[in-house]
């Protein structure tokens, strides 16, 4: 069984320190309160596509076998990744490590919403550690991540990038459960992304905190008149980058019911683009679309949206 030091952030911020308190059902680190999940995916020459080739779940985290329905990309593996528990609880402790080597091409997507369950006691992280080797490709895209009143979540994703490589990795963030009366009810939300070279050199840090108990999340530098919050990383060589930069920064231009923009991130690491609107499926369909363009330009294929179903 993998331990709970071993998923848990070795740097959880300070301010999730008031409400570190004993849990009284079940508390952080007993079964079933963490999660692990380890993947690696690489080119299989003899059958011509991208395979597992190690595979290691604790629930309430696991995937199932890597699907290829895919026609303009027949190589490329879709992975779903779920949870028998729904969501993610007060005290859970997730962590998941995924790496491409050997020319790998793969899709990861969620089952669903990432739900932050309301808590009582505590808090839960999720640490997610992505790797993607030598002329390998993914796109990492999970569904929204929903923050339920009173609950407090910290999440601190590595992206490890190899030069020749390219990631797209995204996260979306929506006020709570607005048919509910949920609107921004949740105590803290805090994610940090971390992008690396393949040598764990750091070449950016992106710390988004959220918390709108004590914040106006409806003024100008927040939320404003918007209330989901969108961001896609797109970690790539850089004179892609620079084209790419381009075609997004004028799609969403055209978009009028999407603010936001493209921008290159700091020492040729690629592009980190921010993206605002009221409504979670308007926001991943301009992600899609994102997609649809990266993959075009590095890969020449088509792309068509994620099948849930």
């Known amino acids: 069984m993998t331990d709970l030091k071993f998923c848990e952030p070795d740097d959880v911020p300070v301010i999730f320190s008031a409400y570190d308190k004993k849990i009284e059902q079940l508390d952080v680190g007993k079964s079933g309160k963490v999660g692990f999940l380890r993947l ?29 329905y895919d026609e303009t ?33 793969s899709h990861i997507t969620t089952q669903g919403a990432t739900r932050i369950y309301k808590m009582n006691s505590n808090y839960a ?16 895209i999970p569904d929204q991540i929903i923050p339920f009143r009173n609950s407090r979540y910290y999440q601190k994703v590595s992206l490890n990038v190899d030069p020749s490589a390219t990631l797209i990795y995204s996260e979306i963030i929506v006020p709570g459960r607005v048919a509910m009366g949920e609107l921004f009810s949740y105590d ?48 790539t060589k ?8 381009k075609k997004i920064n004028s799609i969403i231009k055209n978009n009028d019911e999407v603010s936001g923009g493209s921008t290159m991130l700091p020492n040729n690491s690629g592009l980190l683009v921010r993206l605002m609107c009221n409504s979670s499926e308007i926001i991943k369909t301009e992600i899609y679309d994102i997609v649809r363009i990266v993959r075009k330009e590095i890969l020449d294929a088509e792309f068509t949206d994620i099948r849930k179903t």
Do not use: W
């Open 40 to 68: 690696k995916l690489e080119e299989n020459s003899d059958k011509n596509k991208t395979i597992i080739t190690d595979q290691y779940s604790q629930v309430p985290l696991y995937t199932q076998k890597a699907l290829y």
């Open 73 to 105: 990309l027949p190589n490329m593996a879709h992975l779903f990744i779920m949870s028998p528990s729904g969501g993610i609880l007060q005290g859970d402790r997730y962590r998941m490590d995924i790496s491409l080597a050997n020319n790998a091409v």
């Open 125 to 140: 992280t999720q640490l997610i550690n992505i790797n993607v080797g030598k002329n390998c490709y993914l796109e990492f």
């Open 188 to 235: 803290l939300c805090y994610l940090k992304t971390i992008g690396q070279n393949t040598e764990k050199k750091i070449k950016f840090i992106d710390n988004c905190m959220l918390k709108p108990k004590n914040q106006n999340m409806n003024t100008l530098g927040m939320f404003g008149n918007h209330t989901v919050l969108a961001s896609v990383y797109i970690l």
């Open 238 to 245: 850089n004179e892609s980058a620079l084209i790419l930069n």
